[in-house]
Each structure stands twice: as C-alpha cells, then as structure tokens.
Antibody, heavy 116, light 110 residues
Framework: QVQLQESGPGLVTPSETLSLTCTVS????????WSWIRQAPGKGLQWIGY???????NYNPSLKSRVTISVDTSKNQFSLKVTSVTAADTAVYYC??????????WGQGTMVTVSS | QSALTQPPSVSAAPGQKVTISCSGS????????VSWYQQFPGTAPKLLIF???KRPSGIPDRFSGTKSGTSATLGITGLQTGDEADYYC???????????FGGGTKLTVL
C-alpha cells in the first residue's frame, strides 16, 4: 500500500528557508495530486498547496508568496520550501495524497520549529 | 478564522449517538464534496468520510456523513471510548481558490 514519509530539519532559524521532502513508497507519484498541510501547535489544519507529477502547482493564497512545491518523479518524491520563516510557521507539516476532493493518505508528520 | 464552522466540542455517553456539524457557504460546501478526518493526539489525520457520505475501506459503518446545502454533518453511532479524538471537515473553496478545513471538534465520550 502507498505510504508517505516526511523528512527534513526539525529546527529552522527565523528568516531562513524551511525545506521538507515527502517520499512516496508502494506506488507511483505519477498519478494523483500531492499536497502539503500543516498544523500549528494546538491549532487546526491549514492546506499549503499541491503539485501534480507534471509540475503544475496550486498554493494557498495566504502563503503563495513564500511557498514553492516541486516534484522529482525519478525519486518518487515531492518537496516543500517556505522562505522567510517566522515563529508563526512553527507547526507539524504533513504530506498527503489528494484523491479527488479528498486527502486519502497522510504521512506521519514532521515537527518544524522556527527559533534562533 | 476558518471558512468552515464546527462546534469546538461535543460529548456523549458510550453507546450513544453524536453528530458534528460543519457549516460553510456556497463556494465551498455548497458546490464541492466534503470529507471528514479523525485525528488522535500526536498522530496524523485519518480519512473517515469522503464525497460527503462515502466510507473508505476499513471504516466501520458507525460513521456516516450527510450534506445539505451549505452544511455537512458527521454522525457516529454506538460511541466507544476509542472514538475520543478531534474531527475535521474539509472541502475546496472555489472562491478563495483554497482548500479549507473546519476548526475541528473535540469528541469526548463520557
């Protein structure tokens, strides 16, 4: 079965760039849309954006100026970059498979703290 | 402030039924399918209901979903202590051009 695994630094310095990668196993990334979703401590879910294997993307309007999502089909991975981070970007970051109007498979999540 | 409105908390006794509401508007729930997610502390959300009322394989029929107009409802019957979790609704918003979630509802099984 398809599984997703996030990886990347757990601590990022303010004003720097947050970079995460999601590895897809048990299936090909060349189908479906692939999303990043985050959850600040004690808060709800916030969609960040998605990418298709062709490279087409769509981002949350409130984050669009700072977010880039890319895909590497040869590695079955997709990645997230958030620039100019602040403490408000501290959250658990999840990658998820988007199947129609649904997120049907989620990674376990990775905590990212923005702090000096 | 979330585009979708859920009650912060609901509670009921074991064996009883509970419903969780999700209120939106025309650009989101009114024109797009709703999904529901269950999240236990420290774990990733899990898909419970998709396309308003469909259950993925492995989800018991104690869980159900409905949608009417600009609102959706998650129903859970035969409550178990293991159902204590946070529940989120979500859908696409065609006006915001953004995927939106409700603020989440904490279910307590007394």
């Amino acid at each position: 079965q398809v599984q997703l695994q996030e990886s990347g630094p757990g601590l990022v310095t303010p004003s720097e760039t947050l970079s995460l990668t999601c590895t897809v196993s048990g299936g090909s990334i060349t189908s479906y849309y692939w999303s990043w979703i985050r959850q600040a401590p004690g808060k709800g879910l916030q969609w960040i954006g998605y990418i298709y294997h062709s490279g087409s993307t769509n981002y949350n309007p409130s984050l669009k100026s700072r977010v880039t999502i890319s895909v590497d089909t040869s590695k079955n991975q997709f990645s997230l970059k958030v620039t100019s981070v602040t403490a408000a970007d501290t959250a658990v970051y999840y990658c998820a498979r988007q199947n129609g109007n649904t997120f049907d498979i989620w990674g376990q999540g990775t905590m990212v703290t923005v702090s000096s | 402030q979330s585009a979708l409105t859920q009650p912060p908390s609901v509670s009921a006794a074991p064996g009883q039924k509970v419903t969780i509401s999700c209120s939106g508007s025309s650009p989101n729930i009114g024109n797009n399918d709703v999904s529901w997610y269950q999240q236990f502390p420290g774990t990733a959300p899990k898909l419970l209901i998709f396309d308003n009322n469909k259950r993925p394989s492995g989800i018991p029929d104690r869980f159900s979903g409905t949608k009417s107009g600009t609102s959706a409802t998650l129903g859970i019957t035969g409550l178990q202590t293991g159902d204590e979790a946070d529940y989120y609704c979500g859908t696409w918003d065609s006006s915001l051009y953004d995927w939106v979630f409700g603020g989440g509802t904490k279910l307590t099984v007394l």
